[in-house]
């Protein structure tokens, strides 16, 4: 049967209402996560606290509003889902961060268990230089 849009949409308003640890429940503590690109960011976790702890935390340290994701498309196909995302956010130095992601997501059982995130490698690349010391 697979993972319906609607479900996947649900999962993702909590990220886009910046309830990060209710997007989190839906996340396998195993999950096989990639970032993709060659940043600071970028690399293959093996499990949700150490992407979360690689990723997301170091990034609210730098994004006082947090990476204010917004979901712009969602395109399901049995357990697979591939959604197109946006921020807004703006960085402590006041540095705008509107990057835009694909994420490539399996699902198991509405549980997210494998991610291949891309995005614009650059753009993080001077969002960490300018507002890590």
Sequence with gaps: MG???????????????GA???FFRHVADDVDWTVQ???PLAGRYRSKQDFHAHTFAR????????????VENVLT??????VELR?????????????RY?????????????????????LVQELIDENEG
Excluded: K
């Design 77 to 82: 196909d049995g357990d697979w889902a591939v």
């Design 102 to 122: 694909c994420w490539v997501i399996r699902f198991a059982n509405e549980v997210i268990v494998e991610v291949r995130a891309y995005l614009d490698s650059a």
């Design 59 to 70: 990034l609210n340290r730098i994004l006082p509003g947090g990476t204010q994701l917004h």
């Design 20 to 22: 990060g640890d209710e």
């Design 3 to 17: 993972i319906s849009n609607e479900t996947v949409r649900r999962i993702f308003s909590h990220l886009e209402a």
């Design 37 to 39: 690109g060659t940043h």
């Design 87 to 99: 921020s807004h956010a703006t960085a402590m130095n006041g540095m705008r961060f509107d990057n």
